[in-house]
């Protein structure tokens, strides 16, 4: 028997690493790699172009804020001259303690100097009350300044001059200095 020679077959190359690629494989990837894109996407939105945009925003409100503020300061340079002259004519807490309440001042001439004498004129500086009564004798305008004496709320009080026509005086002329501060006009 003859024995036939055996033909193997040729193959000049071989692959050893064949690749299973599953059905949908690359469909997956091409899906985590666009899901992969909108998340960095949106992190960089939010953390990162919304912090800068924010950031930038509140900047642009400080420098508003700080020209609004700068525009206040050369507004208000004139201050102290305009507290100056609003200190002429009131009294602010850092003075109060110099000066006297026109209200009680006026209280004081209702209550002592009004029921006895009239008032040509009455002139208020400081704590300084300046008056000049008419129609009042001699004893009556020692009377007042006995009355103002006793109050509380007077330092002093006396009479600078006097004017008389025959037997009757005319005009007196009284100076008044008031306390500063609290008290009873009474």
Do not use: C, W
Request: no cysteine; glycine share 4%; net charge negative.
């Amino acid at each position: 028997m003859l024995k036939k020679k055996q033909i193997y077959p040729t193959k000049t190359s071989l692959n050893l690493n064949k690749k299973d690629i599953p059905e949908g494989y690359y469909r997956r990837i091409t899906l985590y790699a666009i899901l992969g894109i909108v998340l960095i996407a949106a992190f960089t939105q939010f953390a990162v172009v919304g912090r800068l945009s924010a950031a930038s925003r509140a900047e642009n409100e400080a420098d508003a804020a700080h020209t609004r503020y700068q525009s206040l300061v050369a507004a208000n340079a004139i201050y102290p001259d305009v507290l100056q002259e609003y200190e002429k004519y009131f009294s602010t807490p850092e003075t109060a303690a110099f000066y006297v309440e026109a209200m009680d001042v006026l209280s004081l001439v209702d209550s002592h100097m009004r029921p006895v004498a009239g008032i040509q004129s009455l002139s208020l500086t400081d704590n300084v009350l300046s008056v000049i009564l008419t129609g009042i004798s001699l004893e009556q305008a020692s009377d007042i300044v006995s009355l103002l004496s006793s109050n509380e709320r007077v330092t002093s009080a006396y009479v600078s001059s006097i004017d008389t026509t025959s037997q009757e005086v005319s005009l007196v002329s009284m100076t008044v200095t008031l306390n500063a501060g609290g008290g009873n006009t009474q």
